[in-house]
């Protein structure tokens, strides 16, 4: 049977399992738009591109599973690049496909033409300009493929319009052969049996857990190491949920705003077992003195992420879940060996609680103010085990990964390599959109949230009812801190003078708004949105210049942490 | 260090951005780039020299084998490898030089490709080096035009090296 171009895309993305997608029309998709009617395809009508990429990457953070994006060509293609970007960053699968002008037209300035291919080269995965109708379910095929398999990322389909009218005969294939693309899954088994001499031979472990492990759903493997060889376990923020953040192993996050232990701990150890991690400046702080005692076994999906910025002793490329679950496998075969280890490193767990009881996660509690912190620290004993939280990008991120205990793996989608402001509101639309039943809040800093405040109509439109948790200081607060730290306070164009009642804000989208000015409200407004129906803005009037605390300051050693005072 | 690597990948729209956009955005050298249609014409092969110390160029490797459309790289540093670069001069050919021109040609095995009242154009084929050496004699002369190709580099032996 001949199909259209747009045809054969929707029965691509029939075939491929989609059933949610986000998208916003316009004229080179309006062909899309219309098949669209005839297709058992849920489309959510966001208010913005970027909007309708980020919650394609929340829905696809939250579920697992291939997150899909629609938007026209031009101003509506160039809206998709900070999307697409976060994405990129933080590895997570996505397909975004633009409409394009027709073929004769590209390379003319035509109305609403730029050239998307080129501009998203750098911050995808894979793109393609389609140019025969032909060709189209095989791109599809292959765009569903590279974006969720190997180190998963963000691929884009740019679609001329000529190429959705044309017809053609329809066949969606049913494997890929791409000569230039074979992951590795399998991890070498020379270097896990050399990677269990090393833990064998360590007295000072640590697990350092990056956003692989999630991406991976490892979480199971993780936690039958770290158990089996007690060994304490730090996680960046993108692997903040893949180990349960009350397990006595636990030392939290690594880095800038870690904790005083987590950064101790890898300061001193002997050896550190990297774990779908990169090493991110904000993780390691000064190179020279990140684990200088340490011999370093990187576990990665991804080549290129190994000996990019730091020494490796040993690279084990392969899917975290193969490479730990032989691991483990390995060394519960050396039982006895096992055994001299954990009591070899029971001084060492005593070491870790001994910086964690001079130096605890902590603020100072306020009577009269609420405290952002605070805030945080209630969601937390409010919400349910699998709450899915989401954040924007600043203080209000940093106290979240900090003061929120996460439990469950996939409950905490946060944009950490690029660092998006705007991203948690959208993206909460979208893991809301995965998991209608399930609480979805979004922790929000009153500068980020104005960055993609208009989709609250899209959740009081589909009835998805996010809460939203703004912590209002009335400034750029991250920004702030590091003025008043490095700038002698001088505040330049981090105070958003304008007082915006955002509880009103809700009401003239039609969610409900709620406000705590004082922390014995904290709890019951907190509450209130939870037995709310809707969509709902919290808004927390927080004390104005708390600082994030303990903090390595940039190309300080991590153990150098400036502690709160 | 001097780095001459082939890569081998899909003869497909776009794919010269790909790699030269991967060396840009990760600020990597590149000193020259060559790249045409194999025996298959489905599959282009570049030749790419670059520069960069032991760390930079396993990641120029990894990064470049990354690409979804690259299918095979070869870094032929340290191995036995055949390195040919053609170079095609426009010299000033003034009755006083004509003889002198000429002689450097010949011992260069250059060929005169084509011939005014007042200059030449040599085309010469040659290991960098070579090429280098032959400027080098000619430019006190008068070069008024140059054009290299940069290298190109094959192993030598019988194993060759195919795509899949």
């Given at each position: 049977m001949k199909l259209t171009g747009s045809k054969i895309l929707l029965e691509c993305l029939v075939q491929e399992g989609i059933d949610t997608i986000f998208g916003y029309p316009g004229g080179t998709v309006i062909n899309i738009y219309n098949d669209l009617m005839d297709y058992p395809i849920k489309h959510i009508l966001t208010r913005h591109e970027q909007a309708a990429v980020h919650a394609a990457d929340g829905y696809a953070r939250a579920s697992g599973k291939v997150g899909v994006a629609l938007a026209t060509s031009g101003p509506g293609a160039t809206n998709t690049v900070t999307g697409i970007a976060t994405a990129y960053m933080d590895s997570i699968p996505l397909v975004v496909i633009t409409g394009q002008v027709p073929t004769p037209l590209i390379g003319n300035d035509a109305f609403q033409?730029?050239?998307?291919?080129?501009?998203?080269?750098?911050?995808?995965?894979?793109?393609?300009?389609?140019?025969?109708?032909?060709?189209?379910?095989?791109?599809?095929?292959?765009?569903?493929f590279i974006a969720r398999t190997g180190r998963p990322g963000p691929v884009v389909i740019d679609l001329p319009k000529d190429v959705q009218m044309a017809t053609c005969k329809f066949e969606y294939p049913d494997k890929v052969d791409l000569r230039g693309y074979k992951p590795t899954y399998s991890g070498n088994i020379r270097m896990i049996e050399k990677a269990t001499k090393m833990v064998l031979q360590a007295s000072k472990p640590v697990i350092y857990v990056g956003g692989g492990a999630a991406l991976s759903d490892a979480s199971s493997e993780l936690q039958e190491l770290a158990e089996l060889i007690q060994a304490p376990v730090t996680t960046t923020l993108m692997g903040m949920a893949t180990f349960p953040k009350t397990h006595p192993l636990s030392m939290g996050m690594l880095g800038m705003h870690g904790t005083y232990y987590a950064n101790m701990a890898v300061t001193e150890c002997d050896l550190l077992i990297a774990i779908g991690a990169r090493f991110d400046d904000r993780v390691t702080g000064k190179i020279a003195t990140f684990a200088p005692h340490a011999k370093i076994i990187h576990v990665d999906i991804d080549p290129t992420s190994i000996k990019k910025n730091v020494r490796v002793d040993l690279p084990?490329?392969?899917?975290?879940?193969?490479?730990?679950?032989?691991?483990?496998?390995?060394?519960?075969?050396?039982?006895?060996?096992?055994?001299?280890?954990?009591?070899?490193?029971?001084?060492?767990?005593?070491?870790?609680?001994?910086?964690?009881?001079?130096?605890?996660?902590?603020?100072?509690?306020?009577?009269?103010?609420?405290?952002?912190?605070?805030?945080?620290?209630?969601?937390?004993?409010?919400?349910?085990?699998?709450?899915?939280?989401?954040?924007?990008?600043?203080?209000?991120?940093?106290?979240?990964?900090?003061?929120?205990?996460?439990?469950?793996?996939?409950?905490?989608?946060?944009?950490?390599?690029?660092?998006?402001?705007?991203?948690?509101?959208?993206?909460a639309l979208g893991a809301q959109a995965a998991f209608p039943e399930r609480q979805v809040i979004d922790i929000s800093g009153d500068g980020s949230f104005q960055m993609n405040s208009q989709e609250l109509a899209t959740l009081v439109q589909y009835r998805l009812p996010v809460k939203i948790a703004i912590l209002n200081n009335n400034f750029l607060g991250m920004v702030r801190?590091?003025?008043?730290?490095?700038?002698?306070?001088?505040?330049?164009?981090?105070?958003?003078?304008?007082?915006?009642?955002?509880?009103?804000?809700?009401?003239?989208?039609?969610?409900?708004?709620?406000?705590?000015?004082?922390?014995?409200?904290?709890?019951?407004?907190?509450?209130?949105?939870?037995?709310?129906?809707?969509?709902?803005?919290?808004?927390?009037?927080?004390?104005?210049?708390?600082?994030v605390m303990p903090m390595v300051p940039a190309g300080a050693g991590l153990n150098e942490m400036v502690l709160a005072s | 260090m001097r780095h001459t690597i082939s890569v081998l990948v899909e003869n497909e729209?776009?794919?010269?951005?790909?790699?030269?956009?991967?060396?840009?955005?990760?600020?990597?050298?590149?000193?020259?780039?060559?790249?045409?249609?194999?025996?298959?014409?489905?599959?282009?092969?570049?030749?790419?020299?670059?520069?960069?110390?032991?760390?930079?160029?396993?990641?120029?490797?990894?990064?470049?084998?990354?690409?979804?459309?690259?299918?095979?790289?070869?870094?032929?540093?340290?191995?036995?490898?055949?390195?040919?670069?053609?170079?095609?001069?426009?010299?000033?050919?003034?009755?006083?030089?004509?003889?002198?021109?000429?002689?450097?040609?010949?011992?260069?095995?250059?060929?005169?490709?084509?011939?005014?009242?007042?200059?030449?154009?040599?085309?010469?084929?040659?290991?960098?080096?070579k090429i280098n050496a032959i400027i080098e004699l000619l430019r006190p002369i008068g070069i008024q035009e140059l054009v290299r190709s940069g290298p190109v580099v094959l192993g030598r032996g019988t194993k060759a090296w195919k795509a899949v």
């Open positions: 033409e730029a050239d998307i291919v080129g501009i998203t080269r750098p911050i995808t995965k894979h793109n393609y300009l389609v140019k025969d109708v032909k060709e189209l379910a095989r791109i599809i095929k292959e765009a569903f084990i490329v392969g899917d975290l879940r193969d490479v730990l679950g032989k691991l483990v496998k390995k060394l519960v075969e050396e039982a006895d060996e096992v055994k001299g280890l954990v009591e070899r490193g029971k001084p060492w767990l005593e070491a870790v609680s001994a910086w964690r009881k001079d130096h605890p996660m902590f603020y100072k509690t306020a009577k009269s103010v609420i405290k952002p912190q605070y805030v945080i620290e209630k969601i937390r004993e409010l919400t349910a085990e699998d709450a899915i939280i989401t954040t924007e990008v600043g203080q209000h991120q940093m106290w979240t990964a900090q003061f929120f205990d996460f439990l469950k793996p996939r409950t905490f989608l946060t944009s950490g390599g690029l660092g998006t402001m705007g991203y948690g509101l959208p993206a801190q590091w003025q008043q730290l490095f700038f002698d306070k001088r505040y330049s164009q981090t105070c958003l003078e304008l007082p915006i009642d955002f509880t009103k804000l809700a009401e003239a989208y039609g969610a409900t708004g709620l406000r705590a000015t004082k922390p014995e409200e904290v709890e019951g407004v907190i509450r209130k949105a939870l037995e709310t129906k809707g969509p709902v803005i919290m808004e927390f009037k927080v004390a104005r210049e708390e600082n | 729209f776009g794919v010269l951005t790909r790699v030269a956009g991967l060396f840009s955005g990760r600020g990597f050298n590149i000193e020259s780039l060559c790249v045409a249609p194999t025996l298959d014409p489905t599959i282009s092969r570049m030749t790419i020299v670059t520069s960069g110390d032991d760390r930079i160029l396993e990641q120029i490797n990894k990064q470049l084998n990354k690409l979804i459309s690259t299918i095979k790289v070869i870094d032929f540093t340290g191995t036995d490898y055949i390195e040919r670069e053609m170079a095609v001069i426009k010299i000033n050919a003034e009755e006083k030089v004509r003889a002198e021109v000429l002689r450097i040609a010949d011992i260069f095995r250059a060929k005169v490709v084509d011939v005014t009242a007042r200059s030449y154009i040599l085309e010469i084929t040659g290991a960098p080096s």
